[in-house]
Nanobody, 127 residues
Framework: VQLVESGGGLVQAGGSLRLSCAASGFTFGDYAISWFRQAPGKEREGLSCISDSDGSTYYADSVKGRFTTSSDNAKNTVYLQMNSLKPEDTAVYYC?????????????????????WGQGTQVTVSS
């Protein structure tokens, strides 16, 4: 299993970025895929996920209404569209997957549940 994130960068507050997570090594759609972030000195935070069982999506309260996750099965890619960015969104963003994670009812769950991670992409939001 391999996950490769891209799309991070520097943006002003109020701006937008779209992150991509290209997946390989498994049948795309068979596993839930989640997005996490980690700011310096803070724990890794689950932001969103797309369920493999029903395609439903989940968002943490901190990003609900601003971030949207979607998938393109033809490209084996999951996206995280981030709008109305705030300085507190500054972090390294990761996508993750695991065959045993089911986020359809309870969201992405703890990061310890995931065995497969991308390398991360830095997002910096300036004020």
């Amino acid at each position: 299993v391999q996950l490769v994130e891209s799309g991070g960068g520097l943006v002003q507050a109020g701006g937008s970025l779209r992150l991509s997570c290209a997946a390989s090594g498994f049948t795309f759609g068979d596993y839930a895929i989640s997005w996490f972030r980690q700011a310096p000195g803070k724990e890794r935070e689950g932001l969103s996920c797309i369920s493999d069982s029903d395609g439903s999506t989940y968002y943490a309260d901190s990003v609900k209404g601003r971030f949207t996750t979607s998938s393109d099965n033809a490209k084996n890619t999951v996206y995280l569209q981030m709008n109305s960015l705030k300085p507190e969104d500054t972090a390294v963003y990761y996508c993750a997957t695991d065959p045993w994670v089911d986020c359809s009812n309870s969201g992405p769950g703890p990061h310890e549940d995931y065995d497969y991670w991308g390398q991360g992409t830095q997002v910096t939001v300036s004020s």
